[in-house]
C-alpha cells in the first residue's frame, strides 16, 4: 500500500487500518443478521489503483461515508473479500480486482445482506 494519505484520512474519519467491528465476528454477525459485513475486506482505489485500506466493514452501516469520502477525493472505492485481495494478491492488476469486487461507492444505496447473494 502507497497511499498513505488515504490510509491516513481514513483513519481519521473512524476507519483505521486493521479496524475490528467487533471481538466476536459470530456474536457481531448474530446481533447484525441483516447488515452486509466484510470481516478483514480490502479497500482499493481507482485513483491510486492499489489497495489503500484493510480492516472490518459492515458496509450496510459505513457505505454512507465510505461514498462521501470517495467522493469528496473525487475516487471510486472497491470493496473486496479478504482472500480476493490479500497483501500477495495487492500487486494484481487492477481490473481483476475490480472484478473480484463485491461492492463500490458507484452503487446508490449500502448493501444489506441479501446482497451478497443475488446472481
Not at 470481516?39 to 489503500?52: D, L, R
Not at 458496509?59 to 473479500?81: P, S
Request: net charge neutral; charged share 35%.
Amino acid at each position: 500500500m502507497k497511499s498513505n494519505i488515504i490510509e491516513s484520512a481514513l483513519g481519521s474519519n473512524g476507519f483505521h487500518c486493521g479496524r475490528m467491528v467487533s471481538g466476536s465476528k459470530t456474536f457481531y454477525s448474530q446481533n447484525n443478521p441483516d447488515n452486509f459485513v466484510l470481516f478483514n475486506a480490502n479497500i482499493i482505489s481507482k485513483n491510486h489503483k492499489e489497495k489503500v485500506w484493510y480492516g472490518d466493514l459492515d458496509l450496510t452501516k459505513d457505505f454512507d461515508k465510505l461514498k462521501e469520502l470517495a467522493q469528496d477525493w473525487g475516487d471510486t472505492f472497491y470493496f473486496l473479500r479478504e482472500m480476493d485481495c490479500r497483501f500477495d494478491e495487492a500487486d494484481a492488476k487492477f481490473k481483476e480486482l475490480v472484478k473480484r469486487s463485491v461492492w463500490d461507492t458507484t452503487k446508490d444505496r449500502a448493501p444489506v445482506y441479501k446482497d451478497h447473494f443475488k446472481d
